[in-house]
């Protein structure tokens, strides 16, 4: 078994190789420019990480791995374009550097780029593939759309948001490694549990991404941090101080949140209300729940304990990231 740096290593190698600027240049540079923003290509990895533990050709597993991080990245345009960001992985967003139409149709050619990769595939393995990849592609739609109900929707309920994010977010992840062991040949049954294990191994992701958006350091995080403060997200970590807040703590988050001002002083007093309801603990430990959820499923997997500790260790690792 590699490193995860090693599989991120092999990866990037294989993405440069096959993803080059050509005519016309206003569409494939975009394309370009995102894919080399860096970021911990956690999706990809996923994919021949799961592949090599099911004892898989990872080099097969490469084509689905590039469908998968050019579908995230196509939906990173979009969302930036969506939530109007200036800021990506501490670059400039593609709608900001060119403008927004170039970044709808630059995302549209990626959209149909990921599905180009996984007609690389014989019949069978394609067809199962694709069945997998659309289904989670729809999904993720769904959990935007749900994303943005969200933001003029007064009573969201924290069961609600964790299916939003398991759909914008999770699924993905969790496809990714389906798609290592469906590549690998693996059974159905065995299949279907690496993608519980990566569904709620996403979910605690996400969860750790609303703490750090709030919690992080602008330095490591990649993005503005406050943002979803300053954007009014009902993340988890509002949802649950309105749960477990005082009545005026309440009362003023609920009139911070229907503000438009966009400042630093709106953030500070949001943060200072989150650490006041001691949200930053209550975060860690719902991000405790879902990676345990997960390691429950990792027990059960048909792989040897040393293949299973290496899966721990790399949820282990994604819980303490600080970007």
């Not at 600027?21 to 540079?29: A, F, G, S, T």
């Not at 929707?153 to 992840?173: G, H, Q």
């Not at 005082?246 to 949001?270: A, F, G, H, P, T």
Request: proline share 2%.
């Amino acid at each position: 078994m590699k490193s995860v740096e090693n599989y991120k290593k092999d990866f990037l190698l294989y993405l440069n190789t096959i993803v080059k600027v050509k005519e016309p240049k206003q569409l494939y540079e975009p394309i370009h420019y995102i894919l080399q923003l860096g970021g911990k290509r956690l999706r990809p990895v996923l994919t021949l990480l799961i592949c090599d533990i099911y004892n898989g050709n990872v080099v097969k597993a490469m084509d689905a791995a590039v469908a998968i991080e050019v579908f995230h990245n196509f939906t990173l345009i979009h969302d930036d374009i969506m939530d109007n960001a200036p800021i990506r992985r501490s670059k400039t967003t593609v709608h900001e550097k060119w403008d927004v139409n170039t970044g709808i149709l630059s995302g549209d050619a990626m959209m149909i780029m990921a599905y180009q990769y996984l007609e690389k595939y014989d019949p069978n393995l394609y067809k199962k593939l694709n069945i997998l990849f659309s289904k989670t592609a729809l999904e993720v739609c769904e959990g935007q759309q749900y994303d943005v109900d969200f933001e003029t929707k007064n009573n969201v309920t924290i069961a609600e948001y964790v299916k939003m994010i398991t759909y914008k977010t999770s699924v993905l992840v969790a496809a990714a490694m389906k798609m290592g062991a469906i590549i690998a040949e693996t059974n159905e049954e065995e299949a279907n549990k690496i993608y519980q294990f990566g569904l709620n191994l996403g979910i605690a992701f996400q969860l750790q991404d609303d703490y750090l958006d709030t919690f992080g350091d602008v330095a490591t995080f990649g993005k503005k941090i406050g943002g979803d403060i300053i954007e009014n997200k009902k993340t988890f970590l509002y949802l649950k101080a309105l749960e477990v807040g005082k009545k005026e703590d309440k009362q003023r988050l609920i009139q911070l949140y229907s503000s438009k001002v966009e400042n630093d002083k709106k953030m500070e007093e949001v943060t200072a209300l989150f650490k006041k309801n001691k949200l930053n603990e209550i975060t860690v430990k719902e991000i405790e729940i879902y990676t345990n959820k997960a390691f429950e499923t990792l027990n059960t997997l048909s792989i040897s304990e040393e293949k299973k500790l290496i899966l721990k260790n790399f949820g282990l690792n994604l819980m303490k990231r600080s970007n």
